[in-house]
Nanobody
Framework: QVQLMESGGGSVQAGGSLTLSCVAN???????MGWFRQDPGKEREVVAA????????EYADSVKGRFTISRDRLKNTLILQMNSLTSEDTAMYYC???????????????????WGQGTQVTVSS
């Protein structure tokens, strides 16, 4: 069982930056972890994923070059650095995690087992 708690959301002007954090309470080695977002009326979108075993990453095209996913291993914390934000990035952001089983792939299509409560990001133009 892994509990996840996000923080760092807020309001920012277009072009600005925010850093989201997700503290994991539980064992997350050899896990796939990721960030999702959802705005009312839109489909949920996975924006980035990282495999904790080797820190390999994958990004959605919509955030590639602007967002960076990373993990602080000592603090067991997942981080999403978001730069050059636009109004299109406004959404509730969730972190998620799940064990990567033998033969599995950690990427944007991974099926996660654990979810956080979310943190709101609002970008004004």
């Amino acid at each position: 069982q892994v509990q996840l708690m996000e923080s760092g959301g807020g309001s920012v002007q277009a072009g600005g930056s925010l850093t989201l954090s997700c503290v994991a309470n539980g064992y997350t080695y050899s896990y796939c972890m990721g960030w999702f977002r959802q705005d009312p009326g839109k489909e949920r979108e996975v924006v980035a994923a990282i495999y904790t075993g080797d820190s390999s990453t994958e990004y959605a095209d919509s955030v590639k070059g602007r967002f960076t996913i990373s993990r602080d291993r000592l603090k067991n914390t997942l981080i999403l650095q978001m730069n050059s934000l636009t109004s299109e990035d406004t959404a509730m952001y969730y972190c998620a995690a799940g064990p990567l089983r033998r033969g599995g792939y950690c990427g944007l299509n991974f099926v996660f087992d654990y979810w956080g409560q979310g943190t709101q990001v609002t970008v004004s133009s």
